[in-house]
């Protein structure tokens, strides 16, 4: 990408706290480019966004999901901290010796700079990193980051062609854009939560960050459009996430048929209500698979598998209209047939017919796999955690080596080296923000 960060160059003075990154772009052919005195700091694997520059405002879970992917593909995060607490989600649970599972997968690789954004000299800070930065991701609620002078307006009038992803429980417009937002929030009031679950039991949330994650993934994309579109145009953007709003894109279907129908989805269980037969099966030895009959082919192959070519003539099954409509007794045949053998045995023959099935896996069945240990898991090394995995990147480019991912930071570990070896902050005027408590 020709449109690269510069590095902190020394150079040019914002808000009085001394020599902060002047801006090192000349305009060519409709798009910025680094001029040669200003190479890439970025310290993370080379990859699409290498060169890429990200002040992440973020905690807990959604803002840092995108930064994680941004990182992912190259981008250099700095992360900003508050120096007592640091991100909250340190202290979430599950934790060994103190460092959160939560945290360390999603932060690892990212710089930590503890600021005190609370504090007049704090942001004075923020703003200077991100005068020399391409991308911001913030979930602060709306109007916060007005309140502090740090709304896109006067940041991209300090950094022109700035890109300010903003993560929100509902966004930066609309009646609730005032309402604070969490996962949780982002699930029930998606429609997800009362889709999700049977129709005996009450409406259930997931037990993890579904909502933020998929939120993070789509702030990261938005982030990446923005970035081509200033490729193109040498324009930055705003762009506006909502908790909510991907999960609702995903769960499009059950708004668009009762705006057309009037009919309300309900919750199916493990089956869809579009499709059948599709689940999940228990097989004789207590394990579980599921199986996705999907389309008409896949259906015809999985009565073949089981040995009862003579569904596809019953009139009962031989359509997915009809399936539908008799799927009760549908699944009692394959649950039948699952649970008559062992779910490795159901797995290969499965296979061997091209069903659409797998295994259902707990955490031990992943990390022994040999396509995810090959494909997906990578070392999150050098913490307290030991010899620990986790899942990679969420995707595969050709030309980019993969990403690794080295130690957690700790709060505030890199503030010297961000603020004082690459912003050019000297040696007395960072002795009086430590002093301060505006950094740590």
């Known amino acids: 990408m020709d449109c690269v960060a510069p590095a902190f160059a020394r150079h040019g003075r914002v808000n009085g706290l001394g020599p902060v990154p002047r801006h090192a772009y000349e305009k060519h052919d409709r798009s910025y480019v680094a001029t040669p005195d200003t190479p890439s700091t970025s310290t993370t694997n080379a990859g699409a966004l290498s060169g890429i520059r990200v002040i992440e405002l973020g905690s807990m879970y959604a803002a840092p999901t995108a930064g994680r992917m941004l990182r992912d593909f190259g981008a250099d995060v700095v992360k900003i901290e508050d120096p007592t607490t640091g991100d909250f989600a340190r202290q979430w649970q599950p934790a060994h010796e103190g460092l959160a599972y939560g945290f360390s997968r999603l932060n690892s690789g990212k710089r930590s700079v503890a600021v005190d954004m609370r504090s007049p000299e704090g942001r004075a800070v923020v703003a200077d990193l991100i005068v020399g930065a391409d991308v911001v991701v913030e979930n602060f609620r709306p109007g916060r980051m007005e309140a502090w002078g740090l709304d896109f307006a006067t940041l991209s009038a300090l950094r022109p062609g700035l890109v300010m992803t903003r993560v929100s429980g509902f966004g930066q417009t609309g009646p609730y854009r005032e309402r604070p937002g969490f996962g949780t929030v982002a699930e029930t009031a998606s429609g997800f939560a009362f889709l999700n679950g ?13 909502a933020d994650s998929i939120a993070g993934i789509s702030a990261a994309f938005g982030t990446a459009m923005a970035l081509f579109r200033r490729e193109v145009t040498g324009m930055g953007s705003e762009v506006d ?33 579009a499709a059948s037969p599709r689940g999940i099966y228990q097989s004789s030895d207590g394990r579980w698979l599921s199986i996705a009959a999907s389309n008409q082919a896949i259906a015809m192959r999985l009565f073949d598998a089981m040995g009862r070519p003579d569904l596809k003539l019953d009139e009962r099954y031989g359509t997915n209209t009809a399936r539908m409509a008799h799927n009760d007794s549908l699944q009692e045949i394959v649950s039948a047939w699952v649970r008559a053998r062992g779910r490795d045995q159901a797995l290969d023959i499965l296979e061997e017919f091209e069903v659409v099935a797998a295994a259902v896996n707990d955490s031990r069945d992943i990390t022994r796999d040999p396509h995810f240990i090959e ?56 002795a009086e923000l430590l002093s301060s408590g505006a950094v740590l």
């Open 198 to 210: 049977w129709p005996e039991t009450p409406p259930t949330a997931p037990p993890f960050g579904f």
């Open 375 to 430: 494909r997906t898991l990578v070392p999150l090394a050098n913490t307290v955690l030991g010899p620990a995995l986790m899942p990679g990147p969420i995707l595969r480019m050709s030309d980019a080596r993969p990403a690794s991912y080295d130690g957690v930071p700790s709060i505030g570990q890199h503030t010297r080296e961000v603020l004082v070896e690459e912003l050019g902050v000297s040696e007395a005027r960072f």
């Open 241 to 273: 996430v909502a908790l909510y709003e991907p999960l609702m894109f995903i769960l499009g279907d059950a708004i668009l048929n009762f705006t057309a129908s009037g009919t309300i989805m309900e919750r199916h269980g493990n089956t869809s209500g």
